[in-house]
């Protein structure tokens, strides 16, 4: 894997880190960056437990973040990258937001908003998946291992 600047692979990478300090605190190692023209504008990871607030995944506080940069609730020329497939809620929020583009690490069959069989995101939003799918998903097993045992 090349990993160079302005790389999906490089703003993956990022994430990846985010997703990392989420699993040093006990929560759901999910991390987000928010890059507008190359550049990181919002960074976050889940904070549910901390927070005890269910709607503190990381793609929300990276949306939050990101508006809040840009002074604008909208995220057209945006992108979003993300270890773990979005939730509904979260897709929703993308949606809302009008991401430009969402690049995903892992696919969650689960909770993730594909198994809807409905496009939740904008009309307009490009979807890329697989971007570190082994390292974003080990990472989840880690996590879960860990907490069974």
């Not at 990871?45 to 990101?66: F, G, K, P, Y």
């Not at 945006?78 to 949606?95: D, H, K, N, Q, R």
Request: charged content about 25%; overall charge negative.
């Amino acid at each position: 894997m090349e990993l160079s600047v302005y790389s999906d692979a490089h703003f993956m990478k990022e994430a990846y880190k985010e997703a990392l300090l989420a699993f040093e605190d006990n929560e759901v190692p999910v991390g987000a960056v928010v890059v507008c023209k190359n550049k990181i504008i919002a960074r976050a990871h889940n904070q549910t437990e901390r927070l005890s607030d269910v709607t503190a995944h990381a793609e929300m506080i990276a949306i939050t973040s990101a508006q809040n940069f840009l002074g604008s609730k909208y995220l057209n020329e945006c992108e979003l990258y993300v270890t773990l497939e979005p939730c509904v809620m979260c897709a929703g929020a993308l949606y809302w937001s009008q991401m430009k583009k969402v690049i995903i690490g892992a696919s969650d069959p689960k909770q993730g908003f594909l198994k809807t069989g409905i496009n939740l995101l904008h009309p307009k939003t490009e979807l890329v998946k697989g971007i570190m799918e082994k390292e974003c998903s080990g990472l989840l097993v880690e996590f879960f291992n860990k907490l069974r045992n």
